[in-house]
């Protein structure tokens, strides 16, 4: 796939932000890979894209140093307020959503691809199957960009694309690599 193609792609499945980087830019911070521990999300220790499931920040690093470049990926809303859940929870389903989509077209073209989702892919089984069986879908699972250690704000600095799009807006991002 051409970067122009995965940007295309993008914009055919709805995705508002967009930007290509190179993955020689891509920073593995323990820091933030150490941020999982803390659980604020609910999912450390509890799925199989999430740590310690997924890896060591060293296994994610290897993995991901096999690509040459990513697209950013992102869905934002705007809110009435900063309270404004219900706002808050439609973007973040329309983000899945549209990742799933993006990858799952990848998928049906015979892409080799990494996929990092804005949280664990938890919404694609009911329950996750960690620890006492195998992932149902190895194939069309996806470990969350902070789970990898990266930084969102400074993946987003290197596809030159905002991070923040104002006051009473919340945005959701995912990156892909190639």
């Known amino acids: 796939m051409t970067k122009e193609e995965a940007v295309a792609l993008a914009e055919e499945i709805g995705f508002g932000g967009r930007g290509i980087f190179a993955a ?21 220790g509890r799925l199989w894209t999430c740590p310690p499931a997924c890896g060591t920040l060293a296994e994610s690093r290897k993995k991901a140093k096999q690509y040459k470049w990513g697209i950013i990926l992102q869905t934002t809303a705007q809110m009435e307020d900063e309270f404004d859940g219900e706002a808050i929870e439609e973007a973040q389903t329309m983000q899945r ?41 190895p194939d069309k699972a996806f470990t969350s960009m902070e789970a990898y250690g990266l930084l969102v704000t400074d993946v987003c600095k290197s596809a030159d694309t905002p991070y923040y799009y104002g006051r009473n807006t919340v945005t959701f991002t995912s990156c892909v690599l190639f």
């Open 24 to 44: 020689k830019d891509l920073k593995f911070l323990k820091e933030v890979r150490d941020m999982c521990s803390s659980n604020k999300c609910g999912n450390y």
């Open 97 to 137: 959503e549209r990742f799933l989509d993006y990858c799952g077209r990848l998928r049906e073209r015979g892409e080799d691809f990494l996929p990092m989702g804005s949280g664990g892919c938890g919404m694609q089984c009911a329950k996750c199957t960690y620890p006492d069986q195998p992932c149902r879908f």
